[in-house]
């Protein structure tokens, strides 16, 4: 008797294709409304303190931009619901790009708050409405994969901006690093056409007011609130805190802290496709309070950019985790109320950080007021230990 053996090979189902045309057109508006944001956010705060403002015009700065995005942002859903992707993509870049230029106009400290306050509301258009509109073009098969890229892509803007902004602004002039933010969120808005203007999404909708309410959601936002305190700081006070004559150790520690994110970012995207992200959670926030709390000793070239490193790490993590981890928990409808609820916290976490060290700082000088940042942030430790084991996904 003959035994007959299948060799048939089984089949393999294909993986959903990530780099798709709208992803590749989100991309383009994602780059410009980056780099445009990051061109200016450590470059305004020595603006308006070098127009006399002092140390507190820095953190007015900082955090007007911060406190104008965190109420864009909670507005932003409703307006997608209204007026569709599009319109509030193009509108945000345009108010990222266009207020650039008047800022070349007046050093007055109540002129450049103005200014940071149109660029908020414009930078929370585009980061709420393009990060729900992003989240529905990656296949969910490919969550952490998809969002580890467009980490990248998005963490490539501060990587080269924050540094280059720093060194424009020393060898050129402020007017350049003003004209060169405008340009590219303005350039940007080529793109937006060719993205989709609605999609349809699976689930019940819900609100902010809810998502504030559900505790699944709520932990991974405050922790990554607390870890964006001190981004804000970094890059508010940091070309402040190190010796006038360190322009070079800024720029240094500027591009490694946005270098050692990016990378983190997508090590964590990754690794939460295959362990889950609520795992990696705690360690970005050690790591993140760590690298602050190293930033005491400013006066040591060394340990500062160490410093940075050790808390870009922290920060990636921490970024891909949350991110991940809050889309997964519920249905593509929550997706909009997802992505603001998770860039409130960046910039609420950065806004109130830029503000409230100013004044820290201006009392107890910049060695003390890192260690008490620090410090603090170690108070995000009860949640993020709440999520380091799997929950039920949607």
């Given at each position: 008797?003959?035994?007959?053996?299948?060799?048939?090979?089984?089949?393999?189902?294909?993986?959903?294709?990530?780099?798709?045309?709208?992803?590749?057109?989100?991309?383009?508006?994602?780059?410009?409304?980056?780099?445009?944001?990051?061109?200016?956010?450590?470059?305004?705060?020595?603006?308006?303190?070098?127009?006399?403002?002092?140390?507190?015009?820095?953190?007015?700065?900082?955090?007007?931009?911060?406190?104008?995005?965190?109420?864009?942002?909670l507005a932003t859903p409703g307006l997608v619901n209204r007026y569709g992707y599009r319109a509030v993509l193009a509108v945000g870049l345009g108010l990222l790009g266009a207020p650039a230029l008047a800022l070349a106009l007046s050093r007055n400290l109540w002129w450049i708050v103005a200014v940071c306050l149109l660029r908020g509301l414009g930078f929370a258009f585009t980061v709420v409405a393009g990060g729900a509109l992003t989240a529905s073009l990656i296949p969910v098969e490919r969550r952490?994969?998809?969002?580890?890229?467009?980490?990248?892509?998005?963490?490539?803007?501060?990587?080269?901006?924050?540094?280059?902004?720093?060194?424009?602004?020393?060898?050129?002039?402020?007017?350049?690093?003003?004209?060169?933010?405008?340009?590219?969120?303005?350039?940007?808005?080529?793109?937006?056409?060719?993205?989709?203007?609605?999609?349809?999404?699976?689930?019940?909708?819900?609100?902010?007011?809810?998502?504030?309410?559900?505790?699944?959601?709520?932990?991974?936002?405050?922790?990554?609130?607390?870890?964006?305190?001190?981004?804000?700081?970094?890059?508010?006070?940091?070309?402040?805190?190190?010796?006038?004559?360190?322009?070079?150790?800024?720029?240094?520690?500027?591009?490694?802290?946005?270098?050692?994110?990016?990378?983190?970012?997508?090590?964590?995207?990754?690794?939460?496709?295959?362990?889950?992200?609520?795992?990696?959670?705690?360690?970005?926030?050690?790591?993140?309070?760590?690298?602050?709390?190293?930033?005491?000793?400013?006066?040591?070239?060394?340990?500062?950019?160490?410093?940075?490193?050790?808390?870009?790490?922290?920060?990636?993590?921490?970024?891909?985790?949350?991110?991940?981890?809050?889309?997964?928990?519920?249905?593509?409808?929550?997706?909009?109320?997802?992505?603001?609820?998770?860039?409130?916290?960046?910039?609420?976490?950065?806004?109130?950080?830029?503000?409230?060290?100013?004044?820290?700082?201006?009392?107890?000088?910049?060695?003390?007021?890192?260690?008490?940042?620090?410090?603090?942030?170690?108070?995000?430790?009860?949640?993020?230990?709440?999520?380091?084991?799997?929950?039920?996904?949607?």
């Amino acid at each position: 008797m003959t035994e007959t053996l299948d060799s048939t090979p089984p089949t393999l189902v294909p993986r959903p294709p990530l780099l798709t045309r709208p992803l590749l057109l989100r991309f383009v508006s994602i780059l410009g409304a980056s780099t445009s944001f990051y061109l200016l956010l450590s470059v305004v705060p020595g603006y308006a303190t070098a127009g006399g403002g002092g140390v507190g015009a820095a953190g007015l700065a900082t955090g007007a931009l911060m406190l104008a995005t965190v109420v864009g942002e909670l507005a932003t859903p409703g307006l997608v619901n209204r007026y569709g992707y599009r319109a509030v993509l193009a509108v945000g870049l345009g108010l990222l790009g266009a207020p650039a230029l008047a800022l070349a106009l007046s050093r007055n400290l109540w002129w450049i708050v103005a200014v940071c306050l149109l660029r908020g509301l414009g930078f929370a258009f585009t980061v709420v409405a393009g990060g729900a509109l992003t989240a529905s073009l990656i296949p969910v098969e490919r969550r952490g994969e998809g969002l580890a890229l467009v980490g990248i892509v998005s963490g490539v803007p501060s990587l080269v901006a924050l540094p280059l902004s720093v060194w424009l602004a020393a060898h050129t002039g402020y007017g350049v690093v003003f004209a060169a933010g405008a340009v590219v969120a303005l350039a940007a808005i080529l793109a937006v056409p060719g993205l989709p203007d609605r999609i349809r999404a699976s689930g019940r909708p819900f609100g902010i007011g809810e998502g504030l309410r559900t505790a699944e959601l709520l932990r991974p936002a405050v922790v990554f609130a607390i870890t964006a305190v001190a981004a804000g700081i970094v890059v508010t006070f940091l070309p402040l805190a190190v010796p006038a004559s360190a322009t070079g150790l800024v720029a240094v520690a500027l591009f490694v802290q946005p270098a050692a994110a990016t990378v983190a970012r997508w090590l964590a995207g990754r690794h939460g496709d295959r362990h889950g992200p609520g795992r990696l959670v705690l360690p970005g926030l050690l790591l993140s309070a760590a690298g602050t709390l190293l930033m005491v000793l400013t006066s040591s070239p060394v340990a500062v950019v160490v410093a940075v490193g050790v808390f870009g790490i922290g920060f990636g993590v921490a970024q891909n985790a949350t991110l991940t981890l809050m889309y997964a928990r519920v249905h593509a409808a929550g997706y909009g109320t997802v992505s603001a609820l998770w860039n409130f916290a960046y910039d609420a976490g950065m806004g109130a950080g830029a503000l409230a060290f100013g004044w820290l700082a201006a009392g107890t000088g910049y060695p003390w007021a890192f260690a008490l940042t620090g410090t603090v942030m170690l108070t995000a430790l009860a949640p993020a230990w709440r999520d380091r084991t799997p929950t039920r996904n949607h």
